[in-house]
Every structure is written in structure tokens, then in C-alpha cells.
């Protein structure tokens, strides 16, 4: 009976322990299967660093943006704007965070970068002592505004509600008529910083200046450290109106390792930024330097400076194995001419298939009297960008690189075409007819085309999709068998540009 009775016990421990055991299971299983992937900031994708990897998928950031002012212009509805980019399913944009602003509309009416003075919100605090250039009290450059940073940090979040990544622009050349106006400028802050001219300020000459500097820098860089979609970028343009590139490069130099030391005493690390200018290899080329995790453009092909351009990029920078952005083009409207729309269309579709990880359109439709940028001819950029990132999109782009040699003939000479390829298993083509490849900006050729294109793939069964860019429609689908080798594919009719998708049925 004790024996019978032992057994009898151990049977009903075991029975116990295996319910125990069996609900620490279910638990731990319920609280991992409810629990989301642990977030990160975004960064460059593991299978291929030309591309982001951000929520956990890849990522290819395309935008029409405002123009940097979203922040300091406390005038601007920006939940309206993010709902805006969100609708349209774009999933970028672009902040200057004090450091530079302009006089009010300049360059365009309505400029967002441009606020009103009594708009204008700015990481420095007001003194108690009167003589800012655009009226009230000059600025206290050791204390920072609560308002700023409380707009800045809500900005960031209810973008990133939206899945939009913001890239964070600490500097910009100063201009002759913007270096007056900052708060830097030693008329306009109680302590007498910067005392130099526009040129000197992106340099290292003057130590009490770069000492706000970085404190700026760092400032910024621990209030956005918490949030996963931010990229850190370090100065655009930093040479455009005179600093020499000799003096600029160290100084970009000494702030990337600001950001770096900054968030080394902080939970996240974030990828930094910066833009090519001057000399292919000079001191403000840091796109082989490795604490620069990003490479940025502006601009179709070259503009003043010696600007890199993202189409150059992705011809003498796809090597650098990192993501090639194009985060600035001309100022649409007033920059472009012809047809602005198919203008703005054909520089974004190009440089996406031709190998572009980010691109920016920047647009001045957005503005504090229109932040939804609601216009008939707005709508068409936001469609036509849409339609490129759903283009993308369908392909498994990680495993993509660009193809120059697939077009064996067929390119008229009007004519450029790029085409994004995995050999044997799918393509990405795009087609289109303008003038200007190697300035700022193209301007569109309309006419009644059509082509026979002439591509070297190996042999297989394909399904070929032609695709109407400003649409998203595809015009023609067809399957062909192919045995390998020279095919000529016909384009329909087209008026500017065609995109083409081949993918493999084979297998």
C-alpha cells in the first residue's frame, strides 16, 4: 500500500509538473508571439548595404518634401503634412533643426524654411536683452528653448507614427543674408559668438564658435535619439558660397566625431550623412570614410561647386557599398522649365532603378497656407512617386544590382535608360527622353515614341510588364520564351518615359 501509495504520488507530481511546465510554455510562447521585434534605429540592410533596413524590411526611401522648415516654422501644420505623405504612402523627409534658416520667401513665396519672425522657433532661448536683427530680444546661446525641442521631438514621433524616416540636417552654408539673421552671429546673442564672415562659420577658425556648434550638434543628437527613424546628416552644400573645401572637410571631419562620441553615452546608434562637394577623393568627399554610413547628392548631374549629382553617384560611387541618396533636387516649381511635372517624374524613376536608395524631391507647393501641398499638378508628382515605390517594391531589389550591359542596342541617342538587374531572374528597366543629363535638373522632350530594345538575357520564360510611370498602369504584359542571348522586346507608344519589369517564370 506505501508502495502504491509512492507511486500514486509521483504520478500526481509528474501530472503537476507537466501542467506547470506545459502553462510556462503557452505563457512564454503567448508573451513572445505578443511581444513586437525588438525596434532599431533604421540602417543599412545586411544582405545588400546599398539599401536601408528599417521595421524590420527593406527599405527604399522616396519623398516630395517641404523644404526643411517643418520645425522652425511654428506657422506650419506639420501633422498635415506627415498625414499627407503617409496617404500618398511616401516614407521620407528632411529637417534643418535651427542652424539655418532664410529671410522670409526667399526663393519662393511661402518658403517653409522661410518663417516669419514672430513664426520662428529655434533651439536657443531669448535674453533678457533687446537687438535681435529681426526684432525682440537677442538670444542666450547657453540655454535651450523647451518649445523648440518639444515641436522637434513631437515632429519625429508623429512621423515615425507614419513610418516616415526624417533625416536630420544640422548645417548648411551660410548665405550673406542668412548669416546676419542667426542667432550664431555675434550681434544677434548675448555672448558675442561669431564674429566672422559667412564663409568662416563651416570651418574650425574660430573656437568659441565651434564650441556652440557642438553643442548643438549634441543637443540635437541626444533629444532624437530615442526614435528609430533618424538619420544623422552633417552639412549640406558646405562649400556652395566660398568656404574653402580645404577648410571645410576637417570641420565636417570634427562634427561627425561629435555625433559619434555624443552617442556613445547613449541607448542608440544612428547612420550618418554627408553630401559629396568639391574634388572625386578631396576633403569633402567622406564617402569611403567609414564613420559615413550614408552618401548624399543633389541634383541630377553637377551643379555649382562641383556638387555630385545623383546620377554621377551611381556611376562613381555604387562601389563604396553604401546607400546613394539624392535628398535635394532643383526647387520645384520655379527651378524647373518645360513640363515641371514629367521633369520632377523622370529624375526620380531614374535614379530608384538606377540603383538609388533615397530620393527627396524638393517641392515649395508644400507651404504654411497649403502644408497638405493640395494642387492639381502636386497631386501628379505624388502619384507618380508613389507609383515608383510601388514599381520598387515588387521586385526583391536586395538581390539587384545595376546592369549596364543587358541594352545591347535600341537606346535612341535622345534617349536615357537604366536598368537595375539580378541575371536570369528579374529586371527593372526605365526609359526616358529629356535634355540637361549633365546639369541640375532635366527638362522633358515630349514626342510619339516607340523602341525596339535590345537586351542580352539568358534563356528562360519571362513575363515582361510594361509599366506608364505616371500612372503605375502596365500597358502591355506578354510571356516569351527565350533561348538565351540577344532579344528584341518592342515598347508601346509613349510620350516621355516607360519603365519595363522582367522576371523569370522558368522554374
Given amino acids: 500500500m506505501k508502495s502504491e501509495q509512492r507511486i ?32 532599431e534605429p533604421i540602417r543599412l540592410h545586411p544582405e545588400n548595404p546599398h539599401y536601408f533596413l528599417f521595421q524590420g524590411k527593406p527599405t527604399v526611401l522616396i519623398t516630395s518634401a517641404e523644404h526643411y522648415g517643418a520645425v522652425v516654422n511654428r506657422d506650419f501644420d506639420y501633422v498635415a503634412y506627415l498625414d499627407t505623405l503617409q496617404a500618398w504612402r511616401l516614407n521620407y523627409t528632411r529637417i534643418y533643426p535651427g542652424f539655418l534658416f532664410e529671410p522670409v520667401d526667399k526663393f519662393i513665396k511661402g518658403n517653409t524654411l522661410a518663417p516669419k519672425p514672430e513664426g520662428l522657433v529655434l533651439p536657443w532661448t531669448r535674453s533678457d536683452q533687446p537687438g535681435y536683427r529681426l526684432g525682440g530680444h537677442r538670444f542666450d546661446l547657453s540655454r535651450w528653448d523647451s518649445a523648440f525641442f518639444s515641436r522637434l521631438k513631437d515632429f519625429v514621433a508623429k512621423a515615425g507614427e507614419r513610418g516616415v524616416v526624417v533625416e536630420v540636417c544640422f548645417f548648411n552654408a551660410q548665405y550673406a543674408d542668412t548669416w546676419p539673421i542667426s542667432p550664431l552671429y555675434h550681434e544677434n546673442n548675448v555672448q558675442g559668438v561669431g564674429r566672422c564672415g559667412h ?9 568659441d564658435l565651434v564650441q556652440v556648434l557642438d553643442q548643438y550638434v549634441r543637443k540635437i543628437t541626444t533629444e532624437v535619439n530615442e526614435f528609430d527613424n533618424v538619420i544623422l546628416e552633417i552639412c549640406d552644400e558646405p562649400a556652395l558660397t566660398g568656404t574653402p ?21 547613449l541607448p542608440k546608434r544612428h547612420l550618418i550623412a554627408q553630401q559629396v562637394e568639391g ?25 555649382d561647386v562641383e556638387q555630385m549629382g545623383g546620377m554621377k553617384a551611381l556611376d562613381a560611387k555604387y562601389d563604396c557599398g553604401k546607400p546613394i541618396e539624392l535628398n535635394e533636387t532643383n526647387y520645384y516649381p520655379v527651378w524647373y522649365s518645360g513640363d515641371k511635372v514629367a521633369a520632377s517624374r523622370v529624375e526620380a524613376w531614374e535614379f530608384i532603378v538606377g540603383g538609388g536608395a533615397g530620393f527627396n524631391h524638393l517641392n515649395g507647393v508644400f507651404t504654411v497656407a497649403n502644408p497638405t501641398g493640395n494642387t492639381p499638378d502636386n497631386q501628379q508628382i505624388l502619384q507618380a512617386l508613389r507609383n515608383l515605390r510601388e514599381f520598387i517594391n515588387s521586385f526583391e531589389y536586395l538581390k539587384m544590382r545595376p546592369d549596364r550591359g543587358i541594352v545591347t542596342g535600341g537606346v535612341p541617342a535622345d534617349a536615357l535608360c537604366r536598368v537595375l538587374g539580378e541575371p536570369g531572374r528579374q529586371y527593372a528597366l526605365y526609359l526616358h527622353h529629356s535634355k540637361g543629363a549633365k546639369g541640375s535638373c532635366y527638362t522633358v522632350t515630349p514626342g510619339n515614341y516607340q523602341e525596339n530594345l535590345t537586351l542580352r538575357l539568358p534563356a528562360g520564360v519571362y513575363q515582361v510588364d510594361w509599366v506608364e510611370p505616371a500612372s503605375g498602369r502596365t500597358i502591355r504584359a506578354d510571356k516569351i ?9 518592342s515598347t508601346p507608344s509613349y510620350t516621355v518615359d516607360i519603365a519595363l519589369r522582367i522576371t523569370s517564370k522558368s522554374g
Fill in 481 to 489: 520564351t527565350h533561348e538565351g542571348g540577344d532579344r528584341t522586346l
Fill in 8 to 39: 500514486s504520488g509521483r504520478t500526481a507530481t509528474n501530472r503537476l509538473r507537466g501542467i506547470v511546465w506545459r502553462h510556462a510554455i503557452i505563457l512564454t510562447l503567448g508573451f513572445s508571439l505578443a511581444a513586437p521585434l525588438r525596434a
Fill in 245 to 265: 573645401f580645404a577648410l571645410a572637410g576637417p570641420w565636417i571631419a570634427h562634427e561627425i566625431d561629435v555625433i559619434r562620441q555624443t552617442e556613445e553615452g
Fill in 199 to 207: 564663409q568662416d562659420v563651416q570651418t574650425l577658425k574660430h573656437a
Fill in 279 to 303: 574634388p572625386v577623393g578631396g576633403p569633402c568627399d567622406f564617402s569611403n570614410d567609414p564613420r559615413v554610413a550614408v552618401v548624399t547628392t543633389q541634383y541630377v548631374w553637377d551643379a
